[in-house]
Nanobody, 116 residues
Framework: QVQLVESGGGVVQPGGSLRLSCSAS????????MSWFRQAPGKQRELVAT???????AIADSVKGRFAISRDNAKNTVYLQMNSLKPEDTAVYYC??????????WGQGTQVTVSS
C-alpha cells in the first residue's frame, strides 16, 4: 500500500522560499516517476512538477524558473524547492506517482500560504 507524507509547508511572504518534502513507502521508489501537484481553494488539482526515475524533470509553465523538483532514492523522498513565491502559489501541495496507474491514495498534503 502506497503511503505518502508531505511536509515543509507554511506561511511565507511574496518572494520567499520553501522546500517541500514527500516521503513515500509501499512502492519501488527508485523506479517510480514522482510528481508534485497542488490544489488551490475552489480549483482543480494541477500538476506542478515531475521527476523521472532517471532524474529527468518537467516543470509546469506557471512555476518554471522558480520551482525545482529533486529526489533522494536512498531516503525514498522527493522534494520541491520553491523560490520567488507568489500569492497565486497558495495551495495545498501533494505528491504522488506520476503514472496514474500506480498512483496511491492522496496524502493530507502540506499547506503553502504566500501572503504579506
Amino acid at each position: 500500500q502506497v503511503q505518502l507524507v508531505e511536509s515543509g509547508g507554511g506561511v511565507v511572504q511574496p518572494g520567499g522560499s520553501l522546500r517541500l518534502s514527500c516521503s513515500a513507502s509501499g512502492i519501488i521508489f527508485s523506479s517510480t516517476a514522482m510528481s508534485w501537484f497542488r490544489q488551490a481553494p475552489g480549483k482543480q488539482r494541477e500538476l506542478v512538477a515531475t521527476i523521472s526515475s532517471c532524474d529527468i524533470t518537467a516543470i509546469a509553465d506557471s512555476v518554471k524558473g522558480r520551482f525545482a523538483i529533486s529526489r533522494d532514492n536512498a531516503k525514498n523522498t522527493v522534494y520541491l524547492q520553491m523560490n520567488s513565491l507568489k500569492p497565486e502559489d497558495t495551495a495545498v501541495y501533494y505528491c504522488n506517482a506520476a503514472d496514474s496507474r500506480v498512483r496511491g491514495s492522496w496524502g493530507q498534503g502540506t499547506q503553502v500560504t504566500v501572503s504579506s
